[in-house]
């Protein structure tokens, strides 16, 4: 009730500002403006307060700005700490505080609290959510080991996400794309090429029937294939999949985006390997 009664309040002032401004506030602009209200709107409601803080930290962080949601996260943290204990509440906070941290470059944070959270949901009850945050937890950890250079700490992480989410989800549901995505790019620094590209095959599988298409996503799978057929010598599908990504990536992001930019230094990468130095200049 007390979310419910801040967020109208917060809502309609966004209104006012809006008609008052003549312009129309961003995602951003809101929750910034809507944190220094917890303490005042919510000071007899602790539960809330840990809770809105903690949600409102997460969309700065999605929304791209890890640096704000850091410091918003940490003292969420406390505060669910405070007001729920151990709990999926607190575990989340802290994985998002991991979230922020690795997006920063901190990686001990991350390391440390992506552990916080596998030990705290160790003393939680079990359910869907507290299993896709163990999933997301690790995720983080094994994006850290393959920056270290540990794949096979990596490896292990990445086939127990994806038993997990299997289990979870059954074998088709497109939410294993993150997975075998990861897997494929492990499976590629441990030069297990093969079984790499069979995972990337099928994650552009379950992107491909993903309802939402996520156009992106999909071409950055394209271009991974690209990238591995240079080692794999596999030069003419490879030749395919760089097409392929820049098509994608020209739809998705434009003709002038950084991304179609970089799908041409893969394609030159490929043509180079394949003794076509001239075509790959070209493109470089």
Not at 90 to 95: L, N, R
Not at 141 to 155: F, P, T
Not at 255 to 276: C, H, K, M, N
């Amino acid at each position: 009730d007390a979310i419910k009664q801040v967020f109208g309040q917060m809502l309609n002032e966004a209104r006012a500002t809006e008609q008052g401004q003549g312009v129309a506030l961003t995602v951003k602009d809101w929750v910034l403006a809507a944190l220094p209200r917890l303490d005042r709107d919510l000071a007899d409601a602790p539960a809330a307060r840990a809770t809105l803080r903690r949600e409102l930290g997460s969309a700065l962080n999605s929304l791209g700005d890890a640096a704000a949601a850091h410091g918003v996260l940490e003292r969420a943290v406390v505060e669910n700490r405070e007001a729920y204990g151990d709990s999926m509440q607190t575990a989340s906070a802290i994985q998002l505080v991991a979230s922020a941290a690795f997006m920063l470059g901190d990686h001990l944070q991350a390391e440390q609290n992506s552990e916080q959270t596998l030990a705290m949901m160790d003393r939680v009850p079990d359910s869907e959510d507290a299993r896709i945050l163990r999933i997301q937890a690790r995720t983080t950890l094994l994006r850290i080991h393959s920056l270290r250079g540990d794949q096979a700490k990596a490896l292990l992480l990445a086939e127990r996400n994806l038993a997990d989410r299997i289990a979870l989800f059954g074998a088709d549901d497109p939410r294993l794309a993150v997975d075998y995505n990861n897997l494929s790019g492990t499976y590629n620094r441990v030069s297990r090429l093969a079984e790499a590209e069979a995972a990337a095959q099928k994650t552009l599988e379950l992107l491909e029937a993903n309802p939402a298409r996520p156009v992106a996503r999909i071409a950055f799978v394209q271009q991974g294939l690209c990238s591995l057929a240079v080692q794999r010598a596999a030069y003419e599908g490879g030749l395919q999949a760089c097409a392929r990504a820049a098509e994608l990536y020209a739809e998705a992001l434009g003709p002038q985006s950084i991304e179609l930019a970089s799908v041409g230094v893969t394609e030159a990468r490929l043509r180079f390997a394949a003794r076509a130095e001239a075509e790959a200049r070209v493109l470089l």
